[in-house]
């Protein structure tokens, strides 16, 4: 098929299904091996001597490398096309995995720490990837519910590996929940290949627009004259994107951005450290608290579809901000339920059932609002810094916990001070829970405030002519987050340009500040997860554990 035939809107849809069942399988095996060491916390701690400090450093040691590969998963993105970057991004996870596997089995915990490394290397760009793809399939066609179903089957490995990572090391020993995530990292790695051999198929077939990349390729064909080539050519240099770009894109993006540092803060480290709190805290089995502790993600296999609905059908301003306020809600709501004294609570579930619904919609609202913020050839940049912010605020707050929770006890008083510093750290998620309401307020406020500057926009909605340049006519202003992706004009988007003097003076100066500042954050969470992990993670023989 060539691109100049006409698509039925049957056979157009028939193949972007095909293409999001693809995108849909490259996360499963990813997803189900993040999510295996929080229930098995303790009998780690048990078998293998791991301390708190320890634990904690095997989680942020996959989420490290999130602080920055998410950005490069982004550029490979524009540059390389979502197809080959999917393919470096599952073949790491797939290593990463098979190396955490033989640390595992050996009790080694420096070789788990390095295999969750090298898996970190390719789990942000696998997800800036498969949001990339869905974005490009469906930009224009449901993307509300097309990220949904994209997400949920992440989602749903997750809480499938939550819930039986502890009953399979029960069953069949502490190994198995490790050779199933291995096994299934090697299946979505499968599925990638088969992607990347039906990719072009998929683009003609659904109609898609062509990547940068794919540009280049229709125009080293010898089919096109020399002056289709060229013109071919110069199209792919415009859909090319320069990071040194992402610091002007204005004050709403830059707020988006510190949005996403503090729900890394508020969301993965709690859903990792869940089942050992509420072991300890409820006087609870490693297998009710483990079980518990699963629910925590289970809410995003029906909320992601739900909320995905009302995000394409929602016309009310400032919809999408709302809902994340009602998420937000949530979660306060759980961390105080948590903070109030176990005798008078009695029970975990209500405050487990109340994160479960707030967390269970709010990172697919951090997705979609993307296209609304940037042009579409900015997308997979977008998703990346802001996938990286994510990760760096889950990191810092990570090992920071971990360190906490290791604090020098009284062995005499242990089970009281283990209590007190319990205590302390879900008042540090109420408190950080709490600024995430300010940020989403500040995020409101600026929105408001470009509605109300028409002379000056900088958002691409609002582009405006500037004097002699062709631009097309001004449009009724309207709220930034209030547009559904659907109803962003394509012709402005790729109109817009973070260079052509879009952003004010002043925001382009505060777009530098926060990147350096975002850049600095990113060393930080470096610096001292390198640093706990010289001073803290020790050998089996350091651990006291017999060989």
């Known amino acids: 098929m060539t691109r100049n035939e006409i698509i039925s809107p049957g056979r157009a849809f028939f193949v972007r299904s095909l293409a999001l069942l693809c995108a849909c399988s490259l996360s499963v095996g990813s997803h189900y091996a993040s999510y295996t060491l929080g229930p098995l916390k303790s009998r780690l701690a048990r078998e293998l001597g791991t301390s708190n400090t320890e634990f904690s450093l095997l989680i942020s040691a996959f989420s490290l490398n999130s602080t920055w590969t998410p950005l490069v998963g982004g550029v490979m993105a524009s540059k390389l096309g979502t197809t080959l970057a999917s393919i470096f991004a599952t073949g790491v996870v797939f290593l990463g995995q098979v190396l955490l596997l033989f640390g595992e089995t050996h009790d080694n ?11 970190g290397l390719g789990v942000s760009p696998l997800a800036v990837v498969q949001e990339s793809i869905i974005v490009r399939f469906f930009s224009s066609h449901g993307l509300g519910v097309s990220m949904a179903l994209g997400l949920v089957a992440g989602k749903c490995a997750s809480f499938v590996s939550a819930r039986t990572s502890y009953p399979l090391s029960v069953a069949f020993g502490r190994h198995a929940p490790f050779y199933i995530s291995t096994a299934l990292t090697s299946l979505s790695f499968a599925s990638n290949l088969i992607y990347m051999s039906a990719s072009h198929w998929l683009v003609t077939g659904s109609g898609t627009t062509l990547e940068a990349s794919e540009v280049r390729n229709e125009a ?3 089919v096109y004259s020399i002056s289709e080539a060229l013109a071919l050519e110069k199209v792919a240099k415009k859909r090319c994107v320069k990071l040194k770009d992402v610091p002007l894109l204005g004050d709403v993006f830059w707020a988006y951005i510190g949005l996403n540092v503090l729900c890394g803060m508020v969301w993965a480290p709690f859903t990792h450290l869940a089942a050992n709190m509420l072991e300890k805290r409820y006087d609870l089995s490693e297998a009710t608290a483990g079980a518990q502790a699963s629910y925590l993600l289970a809410g995003s296999m029906i909320l992601y579809p739900a909320s995905g609905y009302l995000v394409d059908r929602l016309k009310h301003p400032q919809a999408t901000i709302r809902m994340f306020m009602f998420s ?11 903070a ?6 009695r029970s975990s579930l209500p405050g487990v059932i109340s994160f ?38 889950s ?53 408001k405030r470009r509605r109300g500057r028409a002379p000056d926009p900088y958002c691409p909605e609002d582009l405006i002519a500037s004097p002699g340049q062709n631009s097309p006519p001004q449009r009724e202003q309207t709220p930034l987050l209030s547009h559904s992706v659907a109803l962003t004009s394509i012709h402005d988007l790729a109109a817009w340009d973070p260079g052509h003097n879009v952003c004010r003076r002043s ?32 050998s089996k023989e350091e651990r006291g554990v017999e060989l």
């Open 356 to 393: 479960a619904t707030g967390i269970g919609f709010a990172p697919l609202l951090l997705v979609v609002i993307v296209p609304t913020i940037v042009p579409l050839k900015y997308v997979s940049t977008t998703l990346g810094v802001h996938k990286a912010l994510e990760q760096t605020g």
């Open 328 to 338: 937000a809600l949530l979660t306060t709501l759980c961390y105080a339920w948590l």
């Open 109 to 119: 915990v420096r070789l788990m720490a390095f295999g969750l490394f090298v898996y």
């Open 507 to 538: 925001e382009k100066r505060r777009g530098r500040v926060y990147a350096c500042l975002s850049v600095s954050l990113i060393c930080v969470a470096w610096v001292l997860f390198l640093s706990t992990a010289w001073l803290r993670l020790g």
């Open 340 to 345: 109030a004294p176990p005798q008078w609570t």
């Open 220 to 222: 080293r064909r010898a």
């Open 395 to 447: 990191t810092i707050f990570q090992t920071l916990a971990g360190i906490w929770l290791d604090n020098p006890k009284d062995v005499s008083e242990l089970p009281k001070q283990d209590a007190f510093a319990i205590d302390y750290l879900i008042y540090a998620f109420l408190f950080l829970n709490v600024l995430q309401f300010i940020s989403l307020a500040g995020l409101t406020h600026l929105d």
